[in-house]
């Protein structure tokens, strides 16, 4: 079982920026497409943004284009988020995710480990 942790959560102010990690044991980032999930209180887990194997196909939800950020360095076997422009709405806990293939998907069936979640607020 291949284990993702996700790390840089917090708080910040609106307008102000973040920048996740996950980090997975194996080669679960560096071997395949993966993607970054939301979920706020009461509300489905949204999907985020998601990238290829290579890192060289990016795709974001409309909610984050322009603002976030999603990157892959393989030799790490690590993906970051960078959160730009941060407002309210994406407060949520974020997870990261490994897709079952090479290619992004904004669909969470696609998607085979999840990491434990970390917690993003953003106060107005």
């Known amino acids: 079982q291949v284990q993702l942790v996700e790390s840089g959560g917090g708080c910040v102010q609106a307008g102000g920026s973040l920048s996740l990690s996950c980090t997975a044991s194996g080669r679960t980032i560096s071997s395949s497409a993966a993607g970054w999930f939301r979920q706020a209180p009461g509300k489905d887990r949204e999907f985020v943004a998601a990238?290829?194997?290579?890192?060289?196909?990016?795709y974001y939800s409309d909610s984050v284009k322009g603002r976030f950020t999603i990157s892959k360095y393989n030799a790490r076997n690590t993906m970051l988020l960078k959160m730009n422009s941060l407002k309210p709405d994406d407060t949520a806990v974020y997870y990261c995710a490994q897709s079952r293939g090479l290619m992004p998907t904004p669909h969470p069936t696609e998607y085979n480990t999840w990491g434990q979640g970390t917690q993003v607020t953003v106060s107005s």
């Open positions: 990238i290829s194997l290579r890192g060289d196909f990016t």
